[in-house]
């Protein structure tokens, strides 16, 4: 059983100690953690960035009550970028999801979708698929392999008339492979 103990204090600083021996301190957005009484901690760089104040409080309202910090926000971003950096890489392998709005009463829409998506089954992994009112249908589907191929067949599917939105969200998973491999 693991019990957790939670403390904040000031904003600045959260506690969470765990009874298997292990402590974690997070200390002005950088997690501290210490196992058996050995303290580990990432190291962080400081930088300064040169802003328009109402761009900066916009982004400030947008994130209010989500991040503690505006550090933890931008850190978020940088590494959403280097996702979507390393996801332009044509060869390499994703996941995600491609979701569609569509029209079912398009005569041979869903039959082409259905289609596309048989013929390249190892792609498709699993469907979600709701009735958003009489006439439009939302569609989620998991998707899994090459980006370029991803990309291609899924801007097919899109493109097809009564299909009103689509949209692929994809993240790399090639390193998230090799880790669990080791």
């Given at each position: 059983m ?7 204090i000031?904003r600045?600083?959260t ?8 402590l974690y301190?997070?200390v002005k957005?950088s997690w501290?953690?210490s ?7 990432s190291?962080l760089k400081?930088f300064?960035?040169s ?10 309202d ?8 505006r ?14 950096a390393?996801n332009e890489d044509e060869?390499s392998?994703?996941v995600?999801?491609?979701?569609i709005?569509?029209n079912?009463?398009?005569k041979g829409?869903?039959?082409?979708m259905?289609?596309?998506q048989?013929d ?7 469907n ?5 009112d009489?006439?439009?249908?939302l569609e989620v589907?998991v998707?899994e392999g090459p ?5 291609e067949i ?17 993240t790399?998973i090639e390193g ?6 080791k």
């Open positions: 693991l019990f957790v103990f939670y403390l904040k000031l600045e600083f506690l969470i100690f765990h009874l298997d021996s292990q301190l997070k957005g501290i953690y196992k058996l009484g050995v303290i580990y901690m190291e400081r300064g960035v802003i328009e104040e109402e761009l900066l409080n916009e982004f400030d947008i994130n209010q009550g989500i991040y503690e910090s550090s933890e926000a931008i850190r978020d971003l940088i590494r959403q970028s280097i996702i979507d390393e060869e392998e994703v995600g999801t491609l979701t709005i569509y079912h009463h398009k829409l869903t039959d082409k259905n289609q596309l048989h390249y089954h190892c792609l498709f992994k699993s979600l698929h709701l009735h958003l009489a006439e439009f249908c589907i998707v980006y370029a191929k991803l990309k899924s801007s097919r599917i899109i493109a097809l008339k009564g299909v009103k939105q689509g949209r692929l969200t994809v790399n998230v492979k090799m880790e669990n491999e």
